[in-house]
């Protein structure tokens, strides 16, 4: 132990700090690893054929199914999903319930992004309103659970929000709906479809790991560099003795 000193302060910021770098690139592979299974299943289930809603409802893992609709939309208590950008502009996503007559259970399904350049005036859309044959696919949202206006007082329609929670939606409406969104392929009804699958990629998640064991490994590096270099000057330090 007397070859390596590295002294009280340092030693304490290793013990403080070390453990949440590895923390945290552990953590960012975890995620790189969960956004890649999230991926190999949404690639392998959009190759699939679309199945109907009662056949959803029996699926345990739901999550980017397609499934086919035959029904109509309801452009009333249309929701305006706000704080969407597509190529550096800002919009909204427009999402509408839509009653599937096979299954008579309604789904809320989004159209897709719209530009919305002048916010002193409302978003224009249109809704078809003759009944549709439709496939989407059900759309697994990451982190928090949305929340029905959780940024926004208003309860007009429709209504613009920032999060919606489609359990309180159907609640609200007093309708048996399905708890997913379902996000419209393309056709008769949809509007600008390019959605990203996942917000960030696990190659973005895999960088982000290799900094955070970098900086764990620097502090290791220094730690022991610092406590060979104090022991060496504790050692050549000249002895004092009285006479």
């Known amino acids: 132990m007397k070859a390596f000193r590295p002294g009280l302060l340092p030693s304490i910021l290793v013990l403080a700090l070390l453990p949440g770098l590895v923390s945290l690139g552990l953590w960012q592979l975890s995620r790189a690893e969960e956004k890649r299974q999230l991926l190999d299943a949404h690639q392998a289930r959009q190759q699939a054929s679309p199945i109907s809603l009662d056949t959803l409802e029996q699926q345990a893992e739901p999550a980017y199914r397609r499934v086919r609709l035959q029904g109509y939309f309801e452009p009333r208590h249309s929701l305006l999903l706000d704080n969407r950008l597509r190529d550096g502009q800002v919009g909204v996503e427009l999402l509408q319930p839509f009653y599937d007559q096979p299954s008579g259970l309604w789904v809320l399904l989004n159209r897709g992004w719209l530009a919305w350049p002048d916010r002193r005036q409302a978003p224009q859309f249109s809704t078809p309103d003759t009944p549709l044959q439709l496939t989407a696919w ?5 982190g928090e659970a949305f929340q029905l206006a959780g940024g926004s007082t208003d309860k007009g ?3 613009l929000i920032t999060e919606v929670q489609i359990g309180e ?10 708890p997913y969104e379902l996000r419209l392929e393309p056709g008769p009804a949809s509007l600008r479809l390019d959605w990203p699958v996942v917000a960030m990629s696990p190659d973005k998640h895999l960088g982000y790991a290799v900094q955070w064991f970098a900086m764990a490994l620097v502090l290791l590096i220094l730690f022991i560099y610092f406590g060979l270099h104090n022991a060496r000057e504790t050692r050549h330090e000249p002895s004092h003795h009285s006479v």
Do not use: F, M, S
């Open 169 to 178: 939606l159907w609640q609200e409406l007093g309708r048996g709906g399905l």
């Open 138 to 142: 059900v759309y697994r949202p990451l």
């Open 157 to 159: 329609w429709p209504r």
